[in-house]
């Protein structure tokens, strides 16, 4: 849900969304449901239905899930979703760590001058410049550093200074901002 949380094609997302009839009065309760916005053309991305599980949990049960699974399929395509299972080769990924570390980073308000010195730095230097360079540019001591870096943090968090979250976060990680 935190990679959710911070993929912006993702307009919404439910826990455990649906119960689904799978025979014999037994029924299956999929992971997530998962709504994205619009694309700029206009069209809309199928719903995703997922399902969370361990790779070696699906190898070891998956006489148990085939049929679970099957009418998961077969649900989502009456409505035009797709049913996808994950694993944590789909999650555990440079993404989570990344939006790991911005999370707590959402909630900070950071002082208005450093949010202005920040982008007015980033609009200078043009397309994709490196967040160690941004802070070190404009910072005029060590405590300045770390207001700035934690204003710098909060604007990638909320989106509004960009960053590719697929290759983690690091000192040299570039940044922009879309327009």
Not at 33 to 49: I, K, M, Q, S, Y
Request: with cysteine; charged share 30%; net charge negative.
């Amino acid at each position: 849900m935190l990679l959710l949380d911070f993929d912006p094609r993702v307009e919404r997302y439910e826990a455990q969304p649906v119960r689904i009839e799978v025979g014999g009065g037994r029924h299956y309760t999929p992971d997530l449901l998962v709504t994205f916005w619009a694309n700029p053309d206009g069209v809309r991305p199928p719903c995703e239905l997922i399902e969370v599980k361990t790779q070696a949990d699906l190898d070891k049960h998956a006489d148990e899930y085939r049929e679970k699974f099957r009418a998961a399929r077969t649900y989502a395509d009456q409505r035009g979703w797709l049913f996808i299972v994950r694993t944590e080769a789909d999650i555990r990924r440079p993404r989570l760590g990344a939006a790991k570390f911005l999370r707590s980073y959402r909630s900070i308000t950071p002082s208005g001058e450093h949010v202005e010195r920040l982008m007015a730095a980033i609009r200078t230097h043009g397309e994709l410049c490196p967040a160690r360079e941004v802070v070190e540019r404009i910072a005029s001591a060590d405590d300045d550093r770390g207001h700035l870096y934690t204003a710098l943090w909060h604007l990638v968090a909320t989106r509004q200074i960009m960053l590719n979250m697929d290759a983690g976060i690091q000192a040299d990680s570039p940044l922009w901002m879309d327009d």
